[in-house]
C-alpha cells in the first residue's frame, strides 16, 4: 500500500509510519521538526514537510504525489483554555487551524489522489463525546473533525472511498506528557498503532480504544448536561 500520514514526526503518527513502514508499506510521513523529518527518512519513510495549517505550503508539498490507499489526518495539537473568564481567542484560533482547517486543506490536495477501494482517516479523539475542563478549544476542534469525518463519510462512499474516524483516549505521547491531570488507561503508542493499523485494515468506521475507557465516556455522554456537569465538578474538587 501507498501510505500517507500527517502528523508523523512525533506519538501515535511517528508509530503509525514506523509499523507501516516495518510491514513493507510505502509510507510519506508529513511534519515540521526537519530533525524528526531526517529520522523517518533514515527509517525510509519518505518526508515532506510542511505547516497543515498554511494552505500554499499544504498543496505545494503534496502537489507531485500519485495516488495513495491509504491517508491518515493524524496531525493536531492540543492548548487548554485556563482562565474561562479572559477567554483567549487567540489560542482557539491556533488550534482550529491545526486541527480542523489543516485537515481542509489536505483533504483539498488529497481527495483528488484517493481511487476507488483506498480508505481516509481522520483524527478526532474520545474529549468530544462530552465536555471536559479547559477543553474548550481542544474539544470543539474534535467535535468539528468528528462531523468532518462522518459527512465525508456519506459523500465518499459512492465513490467507492472508506472513511474512518480514530478517537482515542489517552495515549502516551510528547502532546499527553504535557498534561497535568491524570490520565485514566493512558496506552502507550504502540499500542494505539496495533489498534488503529487492525481496525483500519477491517475498515471499521469509527475507531475508539481502550474500550473500558470510550465506552464508559460515550455512556457519561449520553447523560443530561446538568447530571454531567454535578459528576465533573465533584471531580474536579476531589
Ligand atoms: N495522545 C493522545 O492521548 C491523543 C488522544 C486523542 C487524540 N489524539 C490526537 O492524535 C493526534 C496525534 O497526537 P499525538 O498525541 O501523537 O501528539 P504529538 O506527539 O504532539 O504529535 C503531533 C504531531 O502533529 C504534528 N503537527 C502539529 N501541528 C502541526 C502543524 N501545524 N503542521 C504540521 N504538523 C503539525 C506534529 O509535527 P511537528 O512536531 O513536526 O510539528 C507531530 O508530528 C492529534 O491529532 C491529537 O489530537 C491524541
Given at each position: 500500500m501507498r501510505v500517507l500520514i500527517t502528523?508523523?514526526?512525533?506519538?501515535i503518527g511517528r508509530q503509525l509510519a514506523l509499523d507501516y513502514r516495518a510491514e513493507g508499506h510505502e509510507v510519506f510521513g508529513c511534519g515540521r521538526n526537519p530533525a524528526a523529518l531526517q529520522e523517518l527518512a533514515d527509517a525510509g519513510i519518505h518526508p515532506l514537510a510542511f505547516d497543515a495549517g498554511e494552505r500554499r505550503q499544504v498543496l505545494e508539498s503534496l502537489a507531485e504525489l500519485a495516488s495513495l490507499d491509504l491517508v491518515i489526518l493524524n496531525a493536531g495539537s492540543c492548548e487548554y483554555i485556563d482562565h474561562p473568564r479572559q477567554f483567549d481567542g487567540a489560542l482557539l484560533q491556533r488550534v482550529m487551524q491545526t486541527n480542523v482547517i489543516g485537515v481542509g486543506y489536505c483533504l483539498e490536495a488529497l481527495l483528488p489522489r484517493l481511487a476507488p477501494g483506498s480508505r481516509l482517516a481522520l483524527m478526532g479523539s474520545i474529549a468530544s463525546e462530552l465536555p471536559l475542563p479547559r477543553a474548550e478549544a481542544y474539544g470543539a476542534s474534535k467535535a468539528a473533525v468528528a462531523y468532518l469525518a462522518r459527512t465525508l463519510a456519506l459523500d465518499l462512499r459512492p465513490h467507492g472511498i472508506g472513511v474512518s474516524l480514530i478517537r482515542p483516549g489517552f495515549v502516551r505521547t510528547p502532546l499527553t506528557d504535557k498534561n497535568d491531570f491524570a490520565m485514566p488507561m493512558r496506552v502507550e503508542a504502540t499500542e494505539a498503532s496495533r489498534v488503529i493499523r487492525r481496525e483500519l485494515a477491517r475498515g471499521v468506521a469509527e475507531i475508539h480504544f481502550p474500550k473500558r475507557f470510550t465506552r464508559l465516556l460515550k455512556l457519561l455522554g449520553k447523560l443530561p448536561d446538568r447530571a454531567w456537569q454535578r459528576i465533573a465538578l465533584k471531580g474536579l474538587k476531589r
Open positions: 502528523g508523523a514526526t512525533s506519538g
